[in-house]
């Protein structure tokens, strides 16, 4: 199977520095993920600015309740401009998660581009096709109306 692109973009009605502020503490993963995936935070980061080259431990439930370890990386970030986050060890034979931050009139855009590949080829692309791939803009859609409802209008 070849790496899958999914882009989600989002203006969030306060300024880039609030937006950054949240975004930037991995604690808060916990806010925008769907219950059913069961994400617990492993590493002890809380109260934690991310910062290049941090590791993050998860366990992760998402098929079946079936726990997962996933590790990713801070690999790059460049203060209330983006930061990139890469799979070390994890369910994703390509995980590579970019969030970029732009100031724009009425808040801040955040873009998301992330570059995934599920593995075991052809068994991989089927389960993509079923249910990864439905599962990944799920992830996402749940991310949007959580970030809606933590950051509303004024």
């Known amino acids: 199977m070849r790496p899958k692109r999914k882009s989600f973009t989002l203006t969030i009605p306060r300024p880039l520095e609030e937006v950054w502020e949240f975004f930037s503490r991995p604690e808060n993963l916990n806010e925008m993920t769907p219950e059913h995936v069961s994400f617990n935070i492993l590493s002890p980061i809380e109260g934690q600015e991310m910062y290049q080259g941090m590791i993050i431990q998860y366990q992760i439930s998402p098929i079946l309740n079936i726990p997962m370890n996933w590790v990713t990386e801070i690999t790059q970030i460049r203060k209330h401009e983006f930061f990139i986050d890469d799979q070390r060890v994890g369910p994703y034979a390509l995980w590579h998660h970019q969030h970029h931050f732009k100031a724009v009139e009425g808040g801040t855009e955040m873009t998301d581009i992330l570059h995934y ?38």
């Open 117 to 154: 590949q599920v593995p075991f080829g052809p068994i991989g692309a089927i389960a993509n096709w079923l249910f990864v791939e439905r599962m990944v803009g799920d992830i996402f859609k749940h991310r949007e109306a959580a970030i809606e409802k933590l950051f509303p209008s004024t």
